[in-house]
């Protein structure tokens, strides 16, 4: 299995010393405190946390140890239109019914 790092930031980029400081913690990945992100165990990451040590916390993981995000509930619910109430028959706003979409095409030969 691939080898993986969970980081945590635990301390603000407010007032951090440098801007390098800043833009690592940009670069990571971190938007707020108390994040926990998942990156894969480089090199280039792994120089980066030494950068900005005070920040965050982590820790090599397996990659089956990641827990699998569940999708979260929409804010929203989507309601179909109601049906036809107040209409004439047979106005459909230029929609195409499917049965004459689904037809030879004989019926565009009446015209």
């Known amino acids: 299995m691939a080898k993986k790092i969970r980081m945590t930031q635990v301390r603000s980029i407010i007032h951090s010393q440098e ?24 090199p280039q990451i792994r120089g980066m946390l030494q950068k900005v040590r005070h920040l965050v916390t982590w820790e090599e993981i397996d990659e089956k140890d ?11 619910t989507v309601l179909e239109a ?6 004439p ?3 459909d706003n230029g929609n195409v019914d499917a049965d004459a979409s689904a037809g030879d095409g004989a019926s565009d ?3």
């Open 19 to 42: 801007k390098k400081h800043k833009r690592v913690m940009t670069s990571l990945g971190f938007r707020r405190n108390s994040r926990t992100l998942y990156k894969n165990d480089t």
């Open 66 to 76: 990641i827990p699998v995000q569940s999708k979260a509930p929409s804010t929203f």
């Open 82 to 87: 109601p049906a036809a109430v107040g209409r």
């Open 89 to 91: 028959a047979g106005a």
């Open 109 to 111: 030969a009446k015209e």
